[in-house]
C-alpha cells in the first residue's frame, strides 16, 4: 500500500503560503511591523540578560533563561495584534503581556499587566487545572485586574480558551489579540477562542515572555485604534529610564572572584547568597554618582537576640576604605518579599522601602562623589532580585 504520509517539501510550502496569507492580510487591515525582521529596535531588555532575546532569520528567538520580560519602547492603548509563535521544547511556556508596566513588581519577574498565555500542548501531560490551561488563557497579573467572560476558571480570575486550537511543538501557531477599551479577544489559527473584559490597566507596554524554555516568534504586526481615554487608574506606569545590574543567568557586572562565586549564585531571577563564613560582599563593576536604586530583598531569617538585628546591608564605596553602609535590612522585616528605593543626591539620601519613606531626607558627611554598589550578606541566607539603577543628571 502507498504511504499517506505528507511530503517534507509539501508541509514547507504550506507553511510558507500561510505566511504570505497572514502577511498580506495585515497588509489589507493595516497592521504594521512591532518587529523589523533584522533586530531588536523598538524593544527594551527588562530583567533578563543581553543574549535572552535575539534575532535569527526574521525570528526572535528566546532562550528561555533567566525568567523574565522584553518590551516595547512605548505604550499602547486600544489595537490588534497579530504574531506567530512556537516552542522548541514540549511543554513549553511564554506569554504576550499587554498593557504592562515598565517594571517587574515587587518579588517577582514579571510586571503588573494582562496575559495572554503561550502554552505547548506538552504541559498537559501535567494535567489542566484552574489555575492554567495548554494555552490561549487570559488573566491579570500582580495587581492588575479583569473580568473573565465565557470558559472561567474555578479560582474566577482567568478566562479559559472555549477550544484548544494550538498545534503542538515545534510547529508555528498564529495568535490574533483584539484589546480594545479593556477587553481582550484572543483568536487561535483562525478562530475566536477566548474573551477578557474590564481590564485594567488598559494603556501600558506590550511584553514577550521568558520562562524556562526556547520560544520563537515572527511576523509581530500591530494596527492602533482609537484611543477610549482611559483614566490615569487606568494607565500603566510610565518608563523612567532604569536598567537591570543583574542578569539573571550570571554574575556579569559584578566584581566576583572565585570567593564570591562560592557563596553568590545566579538563580534564574533570585539572586541568592548563602551567608556562610567568609561569604565576601558582591561589588558592582561600575561606579555611580546620582541615582535612584530599586531592588528586592527576602530572607528567610528567624528573630534571635544573639545574632546581629540585621540580615544585610546596601553599602556605597568610593573614597571610604571601608565603604558606607546606605541601607540595613532588618532582621525583624525577614520571612516576605521588600522592595527598597534608594535615591542619592549629592551627600543627601531618601530610602523608601515597599513605598513608604523610611526616614526624612538626611545627608551623609563624607560620602564619595562616585562609588560601586555594594550587596553585603549579615550571616543569613539572603535573596535579592529586580536589581534596577537610573543614573540621574
Not at 125 to 143: L, M, Q, V
Request: hydrophobic residues 35%; glycine residues 10%.
Amino acid at each position: 500500500m502507498q504511504s499517506m504520509k505528507t511530503p517534507c517539501w509539501f508541509r514547507l510550502a504550506f507553511a510558507f503560503s500561510l505566511s504570505l496569507v497572514v502577511l498580506a492580510r495585515g497588509a489589507d487591515e493595516g497592521l504594521v511591523p512591532l518587529f523589523n525582521g533584522k533586530d531588536l529596535t523598538g524593544w527594551v531588555p527588562v530583567n533578563v540578560a543581553p543574549g535572552t532575546f535575539t534575532v535569527r532569520d526574521g525570528i526572535i528567538i528566546s532562550t528561555g533563561k533567566p525568567t523574565g520580560v522584553m518590551r516595547t519602547e512605548r505604550m499602547y492603548e486600544n489595537f490588534i495584534i497579530e504574531l506567530e509563535w512556537r516552542h522548541l521544547k514540549s511543554g513549553g511556556n511564554a506569554g504576550l503581556f499587554i498593557w504592562g508596566d515598565p517594571m517587574t513588581a515587587r518579588g517577582t519577574p514579571f510586571a503588573r499587566g494582562i496575559e495572554v498565555q503561550i502554552l505547548d500542548n506538552g504541559y498537559a501531560a501535567k494535567g489542566k487545572n484552574e489555575w492554567f490551561t495548554t494555552h490561549g488563557d487570559i488573566f491579570p497579573i500582580h495587581g492588575a485586574t479583569m473580568t473573565p467572560a465565557g470558559r472561567v476558571a474555578k479560582s474566577g480570575r482567568r478566562s479559559f480558551p472555549a477550544e484548544d486550537l494550538s498545534k503542538s511543538a515545534p510547529e508555528w501557531n498564529h495568535y490574533r489579540v483584539v484589546a480594545n477599551n479593556g477587553e481582550v479577544r484572543l483568536s487561535v489559527n483562525g478562530k475566536e477562542v477566548t474573551v477578557g473584559k474590564e481590564s485594567s490597566p488598559r494603556k501600558g507596554y506590550l511584553c514577550l515572555e521568558s520562562e524556562g524554555s526556547e520560544c520563537h516568534f515572527r511576523n509581530i504586526r500591530i494596527k492602533e485604534l482609537p484611543s477610549s481615554n482611559p483614566s490615569p487608574e487606568q494607565t500603566a506606569k510610565l518608563a523612567e529610564g532604569f536598567i537591570t545590574l543583574y542578569t539573571g543567568v550570571d554574575l556579569a557586572g559584578w566584581r566576583a572572584d572565585a570567593a564570591a562565586k562560592e557563596h553568590w549564585r545566579a538563580s534564574d531571577w533570585r539572586l541568592e547568597c548563602d551567608a556562610k563564613a567568609g561569604t565576601p560582599p558582591l561589588t558592582t563593576e561600575k561606579e555611580f554618582g546620582d541615582f535612584v536604586l530599586i531592588l528586592d530583598w527576602l530572607s528567610s531569617a528567624k528573630p534571635d537576640p544573639a545574632k546581629p538585628a540585621d540580615v544585610g546591608e546596601i553599602a556605597l564605596l568610593g573614597s571610604l576604605p571601608n565603604g558606607l553602609a546606605l541601607v540595613k535590612l532588618d532582621r525583624a522585616q525577614a520571612g516576605t518579599w521588600h522592595r527598597l528605593q534608594i535615591t542619592r543626591r549629592g551627600d543627601e539620601l531618601t530610602v523608601e522601602q515597599d513605598g513608604k519613606p523610611t526616614g526624612e531626607k538626611r545627608r551623609v558627611a563624607g560620602l564619595p562623589k562616585r562609588g560601586s554598589i555594594e550587596l553585603r550578606s549579615a550571616g543569613e541566607p539572603i535573596v535579592f532580585s529586580n536589581i534596577f539603577l537610573r543614573e540621574l543628571k
